[in-house]
């Protein structure tokens, strides 16, 4: 629980403990997904597909170690991307 005097009415970086602090600013930003406007699942979907490829990439197109960073099981993935139509190949 934080607290804040009296006269303070928002909860601000310093009022949080310093480790938390340190979490916050050392944080790597999010990526921005610049996605088409559409309906929630367009967007969904299309945020997951560059995500995928995005993850297959930094793994070297490596469905096992892509699968695991992703927190999804390999044939998991392998659906994934067939019913997206990402191709694996490295070309």
Do not use: C, W
């Not at 695991?68 to 044939?75: H, P, T, V, W, Y």
């Amino acid at each position: 629980m934080n607290f804040v005097q009296n006269e303070e009415k928002i909860l601000k970086l310093n009022h949080l403990p310093e480790y938390f602090s340190e979490r916050l600013l050392n944080e790597k930003p999010s990526q921005d997904y610049t996605v088409s406007q559409g309906a929630l699942q367009n967007v969904l979907t299309e945020i997951e597909k560059k995500i995928i490829s995005s993850v297959l990439s930094r793994n070297n197109r490596n469905i096992s170690k892509a699968a695991r960073e992703l927190g999804i099981s390999r044939q998991n993935l392998h659906y994934k991307l067939k019913a997206l139509g990402i191709s694996n190949s490295l070309t």
